[in-house]
């Protein structure tokens, strides 16, 4: 991660982003291809998506539970 972040300084700046609106846990996925953050709650994950979205132009909201995964969609 931090050989990416040094190449591409988006990624640093997306991890730093989720992190500053709430996120417990941000970090890159495999080699960079995406970033994503572990939020303590929905009401903070729904906070941080349009100021994402604003920066990035792409986001969305998952949710996992017991028995499937959703994905939560405007």
């Known amino acids: 991660q931090r050989a990416a972040r ?11 982003a989720l992190r500053d609106r709430g996120a417990c ?14 939020f303590p709650d929905e009401r903070t994950a729904d906070a941080a998506l349009p100021a994402i979205r604003a920066r990035w132009g ?17």
């Open 6 to 16: 040094a190449l591409r300084r988006e990624i640093a700046e997306a991890v730093e």
């Open 25 to 38: 846990c941000a970090q890159m996925s495999g080699s960079g291809s995406a970033v994503y953050g572990v």
């Open 58 to 74: 792409s986001a969305c909201r998952c949710a996992t539970c017991a028995e499937s995964v959703t994905f939560a969609e405007e």
